[in-house]
Nanobody, 117 residues
Framework: QVQVVESGGGLVQPGGSLRLSCVASGSVFSLYAMGWYRQAPGKQRELVAGITSDRSTNYAGSVKGRFTISRDNAKNTAYLQMNSLKPEDTGVYYC???????????WGQGTQVTVSS
């Protein structure tokens, strides 16, 4: 069982920045693919950004150039740096850990991000 805990959400004005953190348990974090997803009210959960064990990254078109996903394997942590935030970025942000040797994904409880003036 992998425990996943997100942090760093909050209220920010349009144009502002936030950095989300995601800590996943386990001694082989370096072999996890990590992903950030978000869910806005009344909408389906969608992929925001992902990073593989070899640090390949992918982004949703709506956040390219504004968000950056990264990982620190020594701290078992993945990050999502969010810049130039827009009201449409509002939602609950979830982190997903996908160990490469398991056919299972592990989700955190989510952290709320609200972009509003």
């Amino acid at each position: 069982q992998v425990q996943v805990v997100e942090s760093g959400g909050g209220l920010v004005q349009p144009g502002g920045s936030l950095r989300l953190s995601c800590v996943a348990s386990g001694s082989v974090f370096s072999l996890y693919a990590m992903g950030w997803y978000r869910q806005a009210p009344g909408k389906q959960r969608e992929l925001v950004a992902g990073i593989t064990s070899d640090r390949s990254t992918n982004y949703a078109g709506s956040v390219k150039g504004r968000f950056t996903i990264s990982r620190d394997n020594a701290k078992n942590t993945a990050y999502l740096q969010m810049n130039s935030l827009k009201p449409e970025d509002t939602g609950v942000y979830y982190c997903k850990a996908s160990p490469s040797w398991l056919a299972a994904d592990y989700w955190g409880q989510g952290t709320q991000v609200t972009v509003s003036s």
